[in-house]
């Protein structure tokens, strides 16, 4: 497929599974540069009851979390909809990565909550400087639900090709997200960090 942009844009949530991996296949399918991310200590996916979540780390694939989970109560999770959401994520990559752990520099990442932008910024802050590079790292909420994930993409693709058409993405922007902004009425955070 032709790339509709050179930017390389990172999408995160928290375990790499719902809201990042939903927003990754809609903008790989427009023609993106793009991988996903969480910032989760843990992958955690609910469980049968509220207290008792399952937990993996993220070196777990999707494919041996859905085995998990099938294993545990087919039924339950075809129900709730995990196992389909990780037989779209089986497609898409291997297993869910940590940003954390990433070396790959990218122009834009967006992050689906505030908390995982802010571990985003600390995560930046704290690396040693490379090349001065900039990276604008954008959030805008999105409930983790099936639902809520793929208006998010929507959201988030649509503001990628904002993006994708602007000749100086550095000069642009804080314009292109006020009108954003006030296009899908979300708030949106935004700043420049540096690599």
Do not use: W
């Not at 599974?17 to 793009?34: D, I, T, Y």
């Not at 509220?50 to 777990?60: I, M, S, T």
């Not at 694939?61 to 037989?87: A, C, P, V």
């Not at 959201?155 to 006030?182: Q, V, Y």
């Amino acid at each position: 497929m032709e790339r509709i942009s050179d930017l390389k844009i990172a999408v995160i949530c928290s375990s790499n599974m719902n809201r990042s991996m939903e927003a990754h296949a809609f903008l790989a399918k427009k023609g993106f540069h793009v991988r996903s991310y969480g910032t989760g200590d843990k992958v955690k996916l609910p469980g049968t009851a509220a207290d008792k979540p399952n937990v993996y780390e993220f070196g777990a694939t999707y494919d041996e979390i859905y085995n998990d989970l099938k294993d545990k109560d087919k039924s339950f999770y075809t129900q709730n909809g995990l196992l389909h959401m990780l037989e779209r994520n089986k497609r898409i990559k291997a297993n869910p990565e940590r940003f954390q752990a990433t070396k790959y520099k990218f122009d834009i990442i967006i992050t689906c909550e505030e908390r995982v932008y802010d571990q985003v910024l600390e995560c930046m802050e704290s690396r040693e400087p490379v090349d001065n590079s900039t990276v604008h790292v954008i959030n805008i909420d999105i409930q983790d639900n099936h639902e809520e994930a793929t208006i998010g993409a929507f959201l988030i693709s649509d503001m990628c090709l904002m993006m994708a058409k602007s000749d100086d993405l550095d000069n642009d922007i804080d314009e292109l997200l006020h009108e954003f902004e006030a296009k899908c009425q979300r708030s949106i955070l935004h700043c420049v960090l540096f690599y």
